[in-house]
C-alpha cells in the first residue's frame, strides 16, 4: 500500500484488514468493471456468497443471534477494503448490515437467519418521508439501494405514536418499486425508490425505536465514511500510478507541481477521514459519525475529481476506471442526507444538550 | 435549446447501451438554425458576423444550459472550421465552406473537427514548451506533392463525423514544435478511418474519435498556413478564439444545473419549498454570483476576440477578395495562387497587418482564464447543487447529476485547467509566451 | 494612491497605539484631487459625471490597492454624501454642498458621514423585514417645529470627524419600518456628540465612532425625503448605489495584496525566485482570475447605476434647476418652497419620472451580489496570499497581512454578506423586496 | 464545555486537561487582554512561573533529565487548553519546550536546567535560511518568537556535513536581533528575525541531528495544530455564546439558518483537528503531524473567521475580543512553513518510501 505509515492497528482490526483486501483484490478487483455494467447478475451472487463465508453479511449482529458480533470499526475497516475496489459493491454490504442492526434489540434468531442467507440482500431506506397508521404504509422512500424481488426493506416510518422501525419485503402488495438503471454511482447495487400505499410491514420494532434507529444512522454515516476513504485511497493509487508513468513537458507528469499538489492533498485527505472514523468509533454518538461522513465523503470526491485530473482526457473515459470513481464518490456525499441538513442535525443536537 | 432539452436525459442514457451511436438529428437541428456557418463569412453564405465570438460564446452557454453533448457536437465542428478560417485559406474556403453552407441550407449537415490530442500528448501539444518535448505518435513525411501521415489521434470530438478534419502533426517527431504543421484531411482519403468511440462520463452526445492513420496522403495545397507555424499562429491562435467559448460551455452547464436546481428549490414537496429556508436562499445566491461572475469573464473576452477578428473581416482587401464572384476564386489559376507561397503570403501580409501579435497574445490570455475560471466555478456550481438536493427523488437531481458529469470535460479539454492557468501566468507575469502570425514567405521547416 | 502606499503600514501601527488620532492630512490631499466632490453634481461645482458610480468604485478601487482605511475615509464621506443627494433634498444642496466644494477647494476638508447602524441593530437596519421587528436605540420624537433626538449610533464610519451626518432613525421605536426617517445633524447641534472610536483590525486610518444624541432638535427642513421612507427610498436606495463602490474596495484591497504578493514571487530569496516554481504560477493565474470576476461585478454593476442615475442627472428640469444662480435657490422663499411638501413633491415627480423602482431595485441587487462576491474573494485571495508566503520576513508579507485585516471588514458593513445574499435571493428569486421611490405628497407618519 | 460529546480519553489525559483547563481558566483568561497588549510583562512572567509549576516548562525532556517526560499528546493537551485563552502564551510554551526536544539526544541535564528555568524562555527557529561553517553561523532565521534579552535559540543549520542542530543565544556577539512589536497574530510573545553573522553556538549537538530535528519539528506541527484546535473552540464558544444573546430579525441569532450552519462548520472543524492529532500522536512520523497542522490549522482561520462575521461589526473590533482569535489562527497556518510546501514534503516523503 502506497502512502504514510499508517497510525498501528491492533492487531485484531490488522488481521481483519489484510483478510478484507485479500477479499478485495482476489474477488472483487478481477470483477469490478463487470459489476459495474450488469445488475443482479451470477458474477454478483458469486461474490456475495465469498463475503458471506467471510461473515460479512451479519457482521454487526451479536453473536447469540447467530451473527458475528464484531464493533463498527470492524466493519469500517472492511468496507473500506472493498471499496477501494468496487464502492458499489461496499454500499450494497453496508445497506445490507445496516438494515440489520435494529434486530440486536430483538431475540429473532430466525429474522436474522432470514435476512442474512444471501440472496436477496436486505437494505435501508432512510431518504425519503414514510407513515405508518394502523400498520399500513405509505409514502415514499427514495435511493434505496439492493432492491430485487423480494428484498427486506428497513424503513423508519413516523406514527402517531412517534419513531417506528420496520421491514417490508418488495414484493409485498401495496409495495412499489420504480428502479432507475441510471444513478450517478453505486451502479452495482440496484437503486430504486419505493412507492409505499398501505403496504403491511413483515415486522416492527415494539421497544428502542428511538435506539435503533440511531444505531442504524451511526452506521450508515459510519460505512459511508470508510467507503468514501476506500474511493480516495484508490483515486490515490490510480493517479500516483498514472503520474508516475505519463509523460508530459518531458518529464513523467508526477515532477509537474500541479500534480504533485494535488497527489499529497489527496493524502492528507485520506489521512484526515481515516482520523475522523477510528475517532467517531469511540464514542456511541451521532454527531462524530455525521462529521466523519462530511469530511471523508468531501475528500473522497475531492479526490476522486483530481483523479481524473491527473488523468486528463483518460480519466474522463470510461474505459479507464477513473470516472467510475468520482461518480461514485458523489453518492457517498449525497447519502443518506443533504450535507448541511447534517449540519443542522448537528446544531440541534449540541442545543439538546445545552 | 427547445430542442434539447426534452431529450437531453434520454440521449444520454442511450449512449451508454450504445456508445458508437450519433444522432444526426442534432446536427439537423443545428442546420435549421445556421449554427454550423456561425464562423463562416457572411461572403461566403456563412452566419458569421461581427461578433462572432460574442454569439459563438452566447450560443454555447444557451444550448449547452440544454445539453452540453449535443452544443458539443456543434462546437466541435466550428473548432474544425476555425483553423480553416484563422489561417487564412482561403483557397479552400468556396468549396470546404461552401459545401458545408449548402448542406446547412439542404439540412445536409457537412461538419469538420479539429484534430490535437494525440494517445501520448494531451498538454504537450496545447502550449510551445510542452511541444518541444512532447512524444508523437502522429507524424507527416514530406513526399513528392504532398505529405504521408501515420499515426493516430485520440478523443477527437466530432471525429468520427467530420467530413474535413484539421490536423496537426509534426513533420520530424524529433523537432515538434519547429515542424508543427496544420494540415486539411479529408475523410475519404485513402488510409484514413476512425476506428473507436469511447464512452465519456458525460458530453455524451457528441463523439471523442480515434483516428488512425495509415500513409494517408495529403497535397501540398492542404497546408493550413506555413510548415512549422502550427503551434504559434495554429493552435494558439484558434485557442484564443475557442477557449473563451469554452468558459462559455462551463457557464451554460452551470447556468443549466442552475435551472434545474431553482425549479427544485421552488416546488413544494410535504408541504414545504426548499427556498424556504434561509440556508436555500443564500446557495442560490452564491450559484447566482458565480454565473455572473462567469458571464463577465468569457463575455469580455469575447468583445476583446470581435474587436480583433471584426478588424480582418471588415478589412476592405477581405472584404472586396469574397466579394468576387465565387467562381473567380474557384478557378483553377486563382485558386492555385492562393494555395501557393505567394498567396499565402499576401494573405498572412493582410493579417499581419490588421492583427496586432500583441492583441491576440492577450486575447489568448483572457480566453484561457475564462476557461480556468469558468469551468471551475461550474463544477462547484453542479458539485454543491447536488450536495444540497442530497438523496432526492426527482427529474431535476438526475438533471444535475447530468450535469456534474458534463461539467468535469470543460475542466479538461482545450488544454487541462492547469495549462491554462500557466498560460496565463506565462502571458501576464513572465511575458514569456507569444502568438505568433509569422512573416509572409515563411521558409518551410523541412524542404 | 501614491500618497498612501508609503504611509499605509505606517499608519496603521500608530493607530494601534493612538486608537483616536486621525490624520486630516489625508483628507487634504482628497481635496487636492477633488475627492471629496465626487458625489456632488457639476453644476454645484462638485466633481460628479454622468459616470459618477462608476468613477466611484474606480477610485475605491484604486485607493485601496494602496490603502482601504485612507480609501474609506474618503468613501465614508461620499456615503455621507449619498443620502442628501439621492433624496433631492435641494433646498440643501447650495449650503453644504457647496461647503464641501469651497472647502475642498481651499483644502480645509469639511466631510459627512452616514449613520445607519445602532448598538443591538446591525442587519436589522440594513433590510425592511428585518427593520420591522428590530430593537432600536435611536428615537426621533415628533415636536413643535421639528424632532428631538434621542439615543445611540455605533461603528459609523466617519462619525467622529463628519460636520454633517446623516442619520436614520425611528420617529416611533415600535413601529420602526413605518416610521424610519433619514434626518440630516450637523455637528454643532445641541445635545449631539461622539464620545467613542473604536480600535478595528484593519481598515484603521478612518474610525468608527459611536455617536450619542441627547434631545437633539432637528427642524422640519431637516428631514431628507419623507417621514417613514427611510428604508424603502432611503437605505435601499442609498445601498443601491454604494453596494457596488464596496465591492470595489473590496476588489482594491485584493488587488494591493496581489501586487505585493506578485513582488514577492518576483524577488530573489536564496538564488531562486517564487515564481519559479509552478505551483506560485498556477495561484497567480489564480487570484488574477479572482481580481478579474470582482472587476466584472462591480463594473457591471457600476454602468447599469450610471444609466440610471444618468437620466435623472441629466433630465432638462435638473439642469434647469441647477443651472439657476445659486442665490435663487438658497433665497428664503425658494428654499422654504424646496424643503416644503410641496418642494418635496415635485422632486420625487421627478425622480420617480426619470427612475423606474424596478431599475433601482435591479441595480440594488446587482450591487449586492457584487458586494458579497468581491468582499469572498479578496478574503480568499489575501488568505492564500499569506498560506503561500508563510514566514517570510519581507515587507510584503507585513502588506499582505494588513490587507487580510482590511479585507475582512468588506464582508461585514453595508449589510454583512449574508444579509447580502438575502437581499440577491429576495430580489431575483422571491420578489419579495423592492426598492419605491414614494408618490409626492406622500403623508406623515405620525403627525 | 459545550459541544458534541468528546471521544473517552484515558484517565490520565483527562486529568492533564482538567488540570490545564484550570490553569487556563484561572492564570490566563484574566490577563489574556493585558498579555495581548504588553510584552515582556510581570504579569507574563507571573503566568510562566505558574506554568514552570505544572512542569510546562520541561515537558517532554525525558524525567532522567530532569524533566516529565510526558509524551506529545500530553504537551497537545496542554496547549489546546491555553490556547483557548491565549493562543500567543500557548505558542510561547510550545516554542519553548520544542528548543528542549533535542536535549532528550544528549546527557546534558545542565542545559535542561538551565533552559527551563524560566526566564528567558528559549526558542525554536525554525523559518529562515541559516548555514555553519566551521562552528560559525550565518544567514537568518525568521519568524522567531520568546525573543528577549539572552534568550537561548535552538537553531537547524546545514553545514558541509549536512544537517546540524545547534543553541545560541540572542545576546552573542554575531547575533542580531531585529523585532517586530506589529505581528499579525501570537502578540503575547516577543516576535523577531534573527540575523546571523559569525556567530558561535554554546552548543551544538554531534549526533542524531537528523532524528533530533525531525522530532522537534513533529512537536512544532503537533503543537500548532492543538493551538488552533484550542482557537477554534473558543472561537465557537464566544460565537455561540452571542448568538444566543444577540436578537436581529426577531429572533436570536442562532435561529438564521446562516448563523447554524456557520457554527455546525465550526463544531465540525474542531472534532476534524482533534481525530487528526490523535492520531497523527500515535505514530512517530512527520507526515501524520503535517496534516494534523493542515487540517486544524485551516480548520482554526475558517472557525475564527466565521466567529467575526457572526459578531458582526462587534467581530471587527478589538474590544470585543474576537478578532484576535482571527490574526492568531492565521500564524497557526503561516508557520512554521507555507501550506504547500508542507503538501511537497509529504510528497517526498512517499516518495522516498516508495
Known amino acids: 500500500m502506497i502512502g504514510i505509515p499508517w497510525a498501528k492497528e491492533s492487531k485484531q482490526y490488522a488481521v ?72 458499489g459493491f461496499a454500499a450494497s454490504l453496508l445497506f445490507h448490515n445496516a438494515a440489520l442492526v435494529p434486530l440486536a434489540y430483538t431475540e429473532r434468531k430466525d429474522l436474522v437467519e432470514e435476512m442474512s442467507s444471501g440472496k ?47 421491514y417490508v419485503k418488495t414484493d409485498y402488495p401495496g409495495v412499489g418499486v420504480r428502479k432507475d438503471p441510471y444513478p450517478l454511482g453505486w451502479r452495482v447495487s440496484s437503486f430504486a425508490s419505493i412507492e409505499l400505499s398501505g ?51 518531458g518529464k513523467i507528469i508526477i515532477e509537474h507541481q500541479a500534480m504533485r499538489m494535488m497527489l499529497a492533498r489527496m493524502l492528507c ?59 461514485d464518490a458523489k453518492y457517498c456525499q449525497m447519502y443518506p442526507a443533504p450535507e448541511e441538513e447534517g449540519l443542522l442535525r448537528i446544531m440541534e443536537m449540541v442545543e439538546e444538550r445545552g | 435549446r427547445n430542442y434539447a432539452l426534452p431529450k437531453a436525459l434520454d440521449l444520454d442514457r442511450r449512449m451508454e447501451e450504445e456508445p458508437e451511436y450519433f444522432d444526426w438529428e442534432i446536427m439537423r437541428q443545428a442546420c435549421r438554425y445556421r449554427f454550423l456557418s456561425i464562423f463562416i463569412p457572411k461572403q461566403l453564405g456563412g452566419s458569421a458576423t461581427e461578433l462572432m465570438v460574442s454569439n459563438t460564446s452566447l450560443l454555447m452557454d444557451e444550448l449547452c444550459s440544454g445539453c452540453s453533448g449535443m452544443a458539443l457536437a456543434i462546437g466541435a465542428h466550428s473548432l474544425g472550421v476555425a483553423p480553416l478560417v484563422t489561417s487564412g485559406a482561403i483557397g479552400h474556403w468556396d468549396r470546404i465552406l461552401g459545401e458545408i453552407v449548402e448542406g446547412e441550407r439542404r439540412l445536409e449537415p457537412v461538419t469538420m473537427a479539429y484534430a490535437i490530442t494525440e494517445p501520448s500528448a494531451g498538454t504537450d501539444v496545447e502550449e510551445p514548451e ?28 466530432g471525429g468520427s463525423e467530420a467530413k474535413y478534419i484539421t490536423v496537426c502533426a509534426a513533420l520530424d517527431k524529433n523537432r515538434p514544435l519547429e515542424t508543427w504543421t496544420t494540415f486539411l484531411v479529408e475523410r475519404d482519403m485513402k488510409g484514413f478511418s476512425s476506428p473507436r468511440v469511447e464512452l465519456k462520463m458525460g458530453q455524451r452526445a457528441s463523439h471523442a474519435a480515434e483516428l488512425l492513420f495509415e500513409d494517408v496522403f495529403v497535397p501540398d495545397s492542404h497546408v493550413l498556413g506555413y510548415e512549422g507555424d502550427g503551434m504559434a499562429n495554429g493552435i494558439l491562435m484558434v485557442m484564443a478564439a475557442s477557449r473563451g467559448p469554452v468558459g462559455a460551455i462551463a457557464t451554460g452547464i452551470a447556468r443549466g444545473a442552475f435551472e434545474h436546481f431553482l425549479r427544485w428549490a421552488k416546488t413544494k414537496r410535504n408541504g414545504k419549498r426548499p427556498i424556504d429556508e434561509d440556508r436555500i436562499r443564500m446557495n442560490l445566491a452564491d450559484m447566482w454570483g458565480m454565473i455572473q461572475e462567469n458571464r463577465g469573464l468569457y463575455m469580455s473576452n469575447a468583445l476583446l476576440g470581435d474587436s480583433i477578428f471584426g478588424k480582418v473581416m471588415s478589412a476592405p482587401v477581405m472584404i472586396l477578395t469574397l466579394s468576387l464572384p465565387s467562381f473567380v476564386r474557384t478557378n483553377k489559376l486563382t485558386n492555385d495562387f492562393l494555395n501557393s507561397r505567394y498567396g499565402k503570403a499576401m ?56 450535469c456534474y458529469r458534463d461539467a468535469k470535460l470543460t475542466q ?29 514567405f515563411k521558409k518551410g521547416v523541412v524542404s
Open chain 1, 16 to 87: 481483519l484488514r489484510s483478510n478484507a483486501m485479500n477479499f478485495a483484490g482476489s474477488e472483487l478487483a478481477p470483477v469490478a468493471d463487470e459489476l459495474e455494467n450488469t445488475v443482479d447478475s451470477p458474477t454478483f451472487w458469486r461474490v456475495v456468497e465469498k463475503a458471506a463465508d467471510m461473515g460479512m453479511l451479519a457482521a454487526l449482529v451479536p453473536e447469540k443471534l447467530g451473527g458475528e458480533g464484531v464493533d463498527p470499526y470492524s466493519l469500517c475497516v472492511a468496507l473500506e477494503e472493498c471499496a477501494v475496489e468496487s464502492a
Open chain 1, 120 to 166: 436477496p440482500l436486505a437494505t435501508t431506506a432512510t431518504a425519503g418521508t414514510v407513515s405508518m397508521e394502523g400498520e399500513r404504509l405509505s409514502g415514499k422512500a427514495t435511493f434505496v439501494f439492493n432492491v430485487l424481488e423480494g428484498s427486506p426493506v428497513l424503513l423508519f416510518p413516523t406514527s402517531s405514536a412517534g419513531q417506528e422501525v420496520v
Open chain 1, 199 to 249: 403496504a403491511e410491514p413483515f415486522f416492527a420494532l415494539r421497544e428502542f425505536q428511538r435506539e435503533a434507529k440511531a444505531a442504524t444512522e451511526r452506521i450508515v454515516y459510519l460505512g459511508l465514511a470508510a467507503i468514501s476513504v476506500g474511493i480516495a485511497r484508490k483515486s490515490f493509487e490510480k493517479a500516483y500510478e498514472y503520474a508516475r508513468q505519463r509523460y508530459q513537458g
Open chain 1, 269 to 327: 485527505g485520506i489521512e484526515e477521514g481515516k482520523a475522523a472514523i477510528r475517532r467517531a468509533c469511540e464514542v456511541d454518538d451521532l454527531a462524530p459519525a455525521i462529521i466523519a461522513w462530511r469530511r471523508a465523503g468531501s475528500n473522497a470526491c475531492q479526490a476522486a475529481m483530481d483523479g481524473v485530473q491527473i488523468h486528463g482526457g483518460y480519466g474522463y473515459m470510461r474505459d479507464y476506471g477513473m470516472e467510475r470513481l468520482m461518480r
Open chain 2, 130 to 157: 510542452f511541444l518541444e518535448v512532447a512524444k508523437l505518435s502522429l507524424e507527416a513525411r514530406r513526399v513528392e506533392g504532398g505529405y504521408l501521415l501515420n499515426g493516430r489521434k485520440c478523443f477527437i470530438s
Open chain 2, 347 to 402: 494573405i498572412n501580409a493582410i493579417m499581419r497587418y490588421y492583427i496586432k501579435d500583441d492583441d491576440i497574445t492577450q486575447l489568448l490570455e483572457t480566453a484561457s482564464l475564462a476557461k480556468f475560471s469558468c469551468a471551475d466555478n461550474a463544477m462547484e456550481l453542479c458539485s454543491r447543487a447536488l450536495n444540497l438536493m442530497g438523496p432526492d427523488d426527482s427529474e431535476e437531481r438526475r438533471w444535475v447529476e447530468k
Open chain 2, 412 to 440: 479538461i479539454y482545450e488544454g487541462t485547467n492547469q495549462l491554462n492557468r500557466l498560460v496565463v501566468n506565462n502571458v501576464r507575469f513572465e511575458e514569456t509566451l507569444k502568438v505568433e502570425i509569422p512573416r509572409p
